[in-house]
């Protein structure tokens, strides 16, 4: 027999409303449970008519054998910010319900992530080619995270950096800004703190100012690391696609 419940794993963007899927919004409105870390469910609040169950950081997996088991028999969404695929909940999810085969039917909404709603407050700063990468090391090795860093370094890639900085972290952000200067040099990095959301803030910097002063850069900033094409006009940043090169203006 087929359960009656769902659950959504709801990306809800950056940060600004406006910027959630019409699909989000419906699975938030019809949802009668909507559980999620107190910093995003503050975010939409306000379009939530079931009940919420706010839990802490580190209480991932806590909170998704909760929806789970809520959801054999209701409407449930999980919220996740930005993106659900993209360091996010969506993977979580899949593993335990695929590894428990647990009997509920779950579906991935979708959301805008801090790239794309960054990059283009910097100019453009991702337009063809890039990588992703986390400095984080509470789930990845350290030694991996290094080692993916440098081969998108040294692949020309843009290199997109979430998760660059925490309290207990600022010593890899140096350490990887090291390799940066190592591999590319002194070149331009765009930075964005907390994209369309309050306080936000974009400049550009680079790795030996981040050395310098790494204060500057906390978790609520993504990285944009220049490739060799990458230019800083009129103080905007920006990665050619590479028209200029086939046409004429
Ligand atoms: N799933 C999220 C990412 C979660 S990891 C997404 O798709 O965006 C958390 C990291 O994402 C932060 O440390 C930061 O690097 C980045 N991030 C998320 N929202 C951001 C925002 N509004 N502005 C700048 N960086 C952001």
Redesign the pocket.
């Known amino acids: 027999m087929r359960s009656r419940g769902k659950l959504y794993v709801v990306?809800i963007?950056?940060?600004d409303v406006e910027l959630l899927t019409l699909k989000a919004k419906r699975a938030l409105e019809e949802s009668e449970f909507v559980l999620g870390h107190k910093t995003y469910v503050e975010r939409i609040r306000h379009i939530v008519k079931g009940k919420i169950i706010e839990s802490k950081m580190g209480e991932e997996v806590e909170r998704v054998k909760k929806a789970v088991q809520l959801a054999k028999s209701h409407i449930v969404s999980l919220v996740?910010?930005?993106?659900?695929?993209?360091?996010?909940?969506a993977s979580l999810v899949a593993e335990y319900v695929y590894s428990t085969r647990a009997d509920v039917d779950f579906e991935v909404i979708p959301?805008?992530?801090?790239?794309?709603?960054?990059s283009p407050l910097l100019g453009c700063a991702v337009s063809g080619d890039h990588a992703v990468v986390?400095l984080?090391d509470l789930l990845t090795p350290w030694e991996t995270v290094e080692k993916r860093l440098r081969k998108a370094l040294e692949g020309d890639f843009v290199v997109v950096?979430?998760?660059?900085?925490?309290r207990r972290r600022v010593d890899k952000l140096v350490r990887a800004m090291g390799i940066v200067l190592e591999v590319r040099g002194n070149v331009p990095i765009g930075v964005?703190?907390?994209?369309?959301?309050e306080k936000?803030s974009v400049f550009v910097t680079t790795p030996k100012d981040i050395i310098e002063d790494p204060s500057k850069i906390?978790?609520?900033?993504?990285?944009f690391i220049s490739n060799s094409e990458t230019m800083i006009v009129n103080g905007k940043m920006i990665t050619p696609r590479g028209y200029s090169r086939k046409y004429r203006w």
Do not use: F, Q, W
């Open positions: 990306g963007g950056p940060g996740s910010g930005g993106d659900p695929s993209i360091y996010g909940m959301g805008v992530t801090a790239l794309c709603s960054a986390s984080s950096i979430y998760n660059p900085s925490s964005v703190k907390n994209a369309t959301r936000e906390d978790m609520h900033t993504i990285l």
